[in-house]
């Protein structure tokens, strides 16, 4: 199968103003289309052709870091889409229950989402995930992905440069502000949450 950019769960200026419509229209519209492009040229005509794209990333790590990279960046973008909103809601009483006990507040886990997010040197993302019936931030560098490793991704946060340079330049902190604070979509984590890792790449 030929992988597809996963469209926008939202308007793109839903957003605004901590991610803006320029913003998503480089970063969902030419970054996340360029690593779905080279995943699909890198697997044409092999047997993963028509493989699903989790299939794909778990193939290729530690074989294939050409079409890792660009597979496993197509995964992240897809859920880092599903992981914004423009209204954030609150978490369900099940993950807040969670986040209680492992960080002591919603306040306190964003505070450490933050403070993780703004010390995580170079390129990367930093993820709330769920092990072992605990909470915990994750991170990972440059194009890894929880999507094949071990733990249950709730919500991940970009923390590349093309994802807030228009609006923050080099401000990475003023970026995990604005989307910590105010554009993390709690449905979906309480939902990825209640379904334990079974979120799929859309094909």
């Not at 839903?14 to 970063?27: F, G, K, Q, R, V």
């Not at 986040?99 to 306040?107: L, Y």
């Not at 403070?115 to 605990?134: D, I, M, N, Q, T």
């Amino acid at each position: 199968m030929a992988f597809e950019v996963t469209p926008l769960p939202y308007d793109d200026t839903a957003l605004d103003p901590a991610i803006s419509a320029e913003t998503l229209s480089y970063h969902h519209g030419k970054h996340h289309k360029a690593y779905i492009d080279k995943t699909n040229a890198a697997i044409e005509g092999t047997d993963l052709a028509d493989a699903d794209l989790e299939t794909v990333i778990a193939k290729a790590r530690g074989s294939n870091q050409g079409l890792f990279n660009n597979s496993a960046q197509s995964w992240n973008h897809g859920f880092y889409w599903h992981s914004l909103c423009g209204e954030p809601g609150n978490p369900s009483d099940e993950l807040k229950s969670m986040i209680d006990e492992a960080f002591g507040s919603v306040d306190d886990l964003k505070k450490q989402l933050k403070e993780r997010g703004a010390g995580h040197f170079a390129s990367g993302w930093v993820w709330l995930v769920e092990k072992g019936g605990k909470l915990e931030i994750g991170e990972t560098h440059d194009g890894d992905t929880f999507a094949d490793l071990d733990g249950n991704p709730l919500l991940v946060i970009d923390l590349w440069e093309h994802a807030y340079y228009l609006d923050h330049q080099n401000a990475r902190p003023a970026y995990l502000d604005a989307v910590v604070d105010g554009k993390l979509n709690w449905s979906f984590a309480s939902d990825n949450l209640a379904r334990g890792k079974t979120w799929k790449y859309p094909s």
